[in-house]
């Protein structure tokens, strides 16, 4: 049997969003973040330019949309934060929900503190305190970079924002999924949209805007046979989309058992990625404005990646534009905003593991996580070493853990406990947008190859280069570490006896033929 009529729904005591909208919003809200303000432009233009479009859409198409569907499928049919919903699908699989929720919480502890800059450079964009010398301003004033690679000093320029994110994340937390989560997207993201596009129409209309876009936009085509270039994109659109992180399933578990999963997807892709493009073309409308005003070519400009580009690169136009302090003011409300949404969708999928395993209510988890996130985060990111500590740790996290995540569940899902057949039946169940053969064949084999060759790849270079100078030790401890910390806290946490609510009797709906089957 493929298709099943969905028949009766049984009533479940879970918490949903109360309509589609609120979870489209919020699904939004969690792919739209960061990654496609501070990352994709830069990335897009170390990356071959308008060459990079070709690797950026065939990852999309042929892992991003497929996983996110996979996503939404286990949290839909499990109805649990990832750990539940694998053990679910089959016992032994707790362990990978553990490792994407551990790999989501090692991000959400660095992504906190980029808000946290952004809330502290939103209120310095009244008076542009950042002055002339605005990479000094940022290392030495701001963070206090000192020199020792590991220090303690705790800068309180960064550890007050960071202290009142991780407050507003357990207040939302605390509310819970309709009212918190939802609510909070429900403001936000019809609220960025305008402020983004505002941003955007403002910056095509400075002098020398087109050029930043011909640099931006111009294909190096050379780019396509280089397989970083490849690597690139695929974790970009991985980070981007909040997949294989176990977000997702734990968003889709809180999605009323009758509702369209796979066109809610395609929605939540689309505007995903037209936001990011969207973020290219006014960052580097923005950077041609800079280029013409010291009168040299874009590639001449430095800093056009990460942290730099947000942090030393914008301020710095932002003081030399008519009106700049109006730019800066939304540029960065936009990344609070942005950021601020991505991480709550973060922490409830970690709040949501934590009070499942263990039992706790929803108050006492939110409590616990946020208390436990907050003082790693500050302990680590807001000391004077904080901006390298971040930096490593976000390139192993993404370029290894989640690629490695990803081909686990892939792998796992559809050849160890052979489940992609009745996850699309369960999806094509409930969904208008119908899944054929070919959603399994990207899955199952498709993506696994590609991303194996990518991580092979990926691990010979840090291996033999090892990464950005750094001596060897601090690689191991906060790169190599941060994967082994990963991989070992999550077969560790799996192992602890379950504590909550464990349903023995739970039945997943619609019944469907596979499931005894498989
Ligand atoms: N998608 C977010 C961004 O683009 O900034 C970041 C993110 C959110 C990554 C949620 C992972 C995640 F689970």
């Excluded at 996130?373 to 993404?398: E, K, P």
Aim: proline share 4%.
């Amino acid at each position: 049997m493929a298709e099943t009529s969905p028949g009766r729904v049984a009533p479940e005591q879970r918490e949903t969003w109360t309509h589609n909208t609120g979870f489209i919003l919020a699904a939004i809200g969690s792919a739209v973040g960061l990654g496609n303000i501070w990352r994709f432009p830069g990335v897009a233009y170390e990356s071959g330019g308008g060459a990079f479009l070709i690797p950026y859409l065939v990852a999309l198409l042929t892992a991003g949309i497929p996983i996110l569907f996979l996503d939404y499928a286990i949290g839909h049919r499990y109805r649990g934060a990832a750990p539940l919903a694998y053990r679910r699908m089959r016992k032994g699989m707790e362990p990978l929900g553990w490792f994407q929720i551990m790999l989501s919480f090692v991000i959400s502890v660095y992504y906190a503190a980029v808000i946290a800059w952004s809330l502290s450079y939103f209120v310095f964009a009244f008076d542009l305190r950042w002055g002339e010398d605005t990479a000094g301003f940022f290392v030495g004033e701001y963070l206090q970079v000192g020199d020792p690679e590991v220090s303690t000093t705790i800068v309180s320029a960064v550890a007050i924002p960071l202290v009142l994110v991780w407050l507003a994340v357990l207040v939302i937390l605390a509310l819970g999924v309709a009212n918190g989560v939802q609510k909070v997207n429900m403001v936000f993201i019809p609220l960025l949209a305008v402020a983004f596009a505002g941003l955007v129409v403002r910056a095509l209309t400075l002098d020398g805007a087109m050029d930043g876009l011909d640099a931006f936009f111009t294909p190096d085509w050379g780019a396509l046979t280089d397989l970083s270039v490849w690597i690139a994109a695929y974790s970009q659109i991985f980070f981007s989309l909040s997949i294989a992180f176990g977000i997702m399933v734990t968003y889709a578990s809180y999605q009323r058992r009758k509702a369209n999963m796979t066109s809610s997807g395609l929605v939540v892709a689309f505007a995903n990625s037209s936001f990011e493009l969207l973020a290219g073309i006014g960052v580097f409308a923005t950077l041609g404005f800079l280029a013409f005003q010291q009168n040299v070519a874009i590639d001449e400009l430095e800093g056009l990646t990460g942290p730099i580009l947000s942090f030393v690169t914008f301020p710095a136009v932002i003081s030399q534009m008519p009106g700049g302090n109006i730019f800066g003011i939304v540029f960065f409300a936009s990344l609070v905003m942005a950021g601020f949404t991505s991480l709550i969708s973060i922490l409830l999928g970690v709040a949501a593991t934590v009070q499942e395993k263990f039992g706790l209510s929803r108050r006492a988890a939110a409590i616990s996580v946020s208390a436990v996130c907050a003082v790693i985060s500050i302990g680590l990111f807001s000391t004077t070493s904080g901006l390298l500590a971040l930096d490593t740790v976000d390139q192993f996290a993404n370029n290894v853990g989640i690629v490695l995540s990803a081909i686990l569940m892939t792998v796992l899902v559809v050849w160890v406990v052979r489940k992609g057949e009745l996850l699309r039946s369960h999806l094509n169940a409930v969904s208008t947008f119908p899944l054929g053969r070919w959603w399994l064949a990207l899955l199952g084999i498709v993506s696994p190859v590609f991303l194996l060759v990518m991580l092979g790849q990926k691990l010979v270079s840090l291996i033999q280069d090892g990464y950005e100078g750094l001596p060897a030790w601090y690689i191991g401890v906060f790169g190599w570490g941060t994967i082994a910390f990963v991989s070992v806290m999550a077969v560790v946490l799996a192992a602890l006896p379950w504590k909550g609510r464990d349903e023995p009797d739970f039945r997943p709906w619609p019944a469907l033929e596979e499931e005894h089957r498989s």
